[in-house]
């Protein structure tokens, strides 16, 4: 986190933790606010790869699940990477800056994913960093945040998956309601300010809760290698190009697209206990093995956890999914914003 940023956080009453903000004293009333009303998150907990350099396109067109030659310079995307058996390594929200494509993601993975990356530009003219103090990133959500966003940044990205540079910095809109913005550190201060106008701000704990009820996945250390594409619905938020040419796993998503019915999906749910990223989940069908892993979990306005939660199809449509044993906590499945095919 950039030293000056941090200090103005504490000044506005961050609890800091692992990098990132936790909350500004009562959780709680975040979390209601988060439910009802437009609020404001730093996003330090998250890591940014950057990439620049003339042949940057082509190489990450060898490397990630959507069409980057695709992505232009108003543009934004949900992307993945994967081992060579189609498992995700990491997924991303991606834009251009300038001559950068900056990939967002898990700050946990960000080391791991950047060597990998960086182990196959072998000769290309392209070069890859850690850019995550770069810029101040912050996220706006809520039914106030477009007026929010306008007002700090001075310009609105016109649709969802797109972005719009300004003199305060760069604003990638990620849905209707939902904005994330990468602030020059000179202007950080202002657009938190004329932010505050309109929105609360709250940890990171609550835009987790908002994203994941949003129906969007974030692959973290403990889900590594665990998921192909679709199992997370990464290919219903359009994060996956079928059209474009090969890249690592390739052929295996292409197989679970158009190859037999997928057996496993993303689902939303609320269960009335603590839950975190890797916790299994077991159903009555299948004895003495898991059905399914909880991909993303945050506690919820009304107590209890909110996950999303890859499981057997079947088991999740026909039982009722519990949390870390077979008599564990029950997950009450919720509607996603979007329809998973039949």
């Known amino acids: 986190m950039i030293e000056s940023w941090k200090t103005h956080l504490e000044s506005q009453g961050a609890c800091l933790e692992g990098g990132g903000v936790r909350h500004y004293g009562d959780a709680v009333a975040e979390r209601a606010a988060a439910a009802t009303g437009t609020v404001m998150a730093d996003l330090s907990h998250l890591g940014v790869i950057a990439f620049s350099g003339e042949e940057t396109t082509d190489f990450l067109q060898n490397q990630l699940t959507n069409d980057v030659r695709a992505l232009h310079a108003d543009g934004a995307q949900w992307s993945g990477y994967c081992t060579p058996k189609g498992r995700l ?14 990939l967002q993601l898990s700050g946990d993975i960000l080391p791991a994913v950047l060597k990998r990356l960086s182990m196959f530009v072998l000769r290309s003219k392209t070069r890859g960093r850690d850019a995550s103090d770069e810029r101040v990133r912050l996220v706006v959500a809520g039914p106030d945040a477009p007026v929010a966003v306008a007002a700090a940044m001075g310009v609105l990205p016109d649709a969802p998956m797109r972005s719009v540079a300004g003199e305060a910095g760069r604003t990638v809109r990620v849905g209707e309601d939902k904005f994330v913005l990468a602030v020059h550190p000179g202007q950080a201060e202002r657009v938190w300010q004329a932010l505050r106008a309109h929105a609360v701000p709250v940890g990171a704990p609550v835009w987790d809760w908002l ?3 949003a129906g969007i996945p974030m692959i973290v250390a403990a889900t ?3 998921f192909v594409p679709q199992m997370v619905n990464y290919e219903l938020l359009g ?15 292409a197989r679970s697209q ?5 057996k496993r999906r993303m689902f939303l749910a609320h269960v009335d206990a603590e839950a975190a990223p890797g916790d299994s989940l077991y159903s009555a069908d299948i004895e003495g093995q898991a059905t399914g892993t909880v991909v993303n ?3 919820a306005p009304a107590g209890g956890f909110d996950v999303l939660a890859v499981a057997q199809v079947e088991s999740a449509k026909s039982h009722t999914l519990h949390l870390k044993a077979a008599d564990g906590a029950a997950l009450q499945l919720k509607p996603l914003p979007y329809a998973l095919p039949e």
Do not use: H, M, T
């Open 211 to 213: 994203r994941l009820n």
């Open 297 to 299: 979990a945050a506690p």
């Open 258 to 262: 158009y190859l037999g019915k997928l």
């Open 224 to 226: 590594q290698e665990q």
């Open 89 to 102: 390594l990491g997924n991303f929200l991606v834009w251009r800056d300038g001559e950068d494509v900056c």
């Open 239 to 253: 994060g996956v190009s079928f059209q474009k040419g090969c890249y690592p796993g390739q052929e295996i998503v």
